[in-house]
């Protein structure tokens, strides 16, 4: 079973960088790639980010340019550097596995805080 773990969370003023973690021993060598979901108070949970097993990223629109996933498979490691932060990227940020091959599995979520 792969099991995400994200890390990387914290409170951070408009205009600053976070850079998220989620560490899921085994994911890459079960074929799976990993993508980044938020949810804000209120509302529903969104896609925010995604690589797959070939390293291909893809982004939403609204984080596009400020956000960079990348892939550390040694580590069975993915990252999401967060830069230019706004208020609206306040969320708990999940990561989830993904892939035609790969069992979906979720991470508990990290809290991420944008103040002015």
């Known amino acids: 079973q792969v099991q995400p773990v994200e890390s990387g969370g914290g409170s951070v003023q408009a205009g600053g960088s976070l850079r998220l973690s989620c560490a899921a021993p085994g994911f890459t060598s079960n074929s799976c790639g990993m993508a980044w979901y938020r949810q804000s108070t209120g509302k529903e949970r969104e896609w925010v980010s995604g690589?797959?097993?070939?390293?291909?990223?893809s982004y939403a629109a609204s984080v596009r340019g400020r956000f960079t996933i990348s892939k550390d498979s040694a580590k069975d490691t993915v990252y999401l550097q967060m830069n230019a932060l706004k208020r609206e990227d306040t969320a708990i940020y999940t990561c989830?596995?993904?892939?035609?091959?790969?069992?979906?599995?979720w991470g508990q979520g990290t809290q991420v805080t944008v103040f002015p």
């Open positions: 989830k596995t993904f892939g035609s091959r790969c069992a979906e599995y």
């Open positions: 690589i797959s097993t070939d390293d291909r990223s």
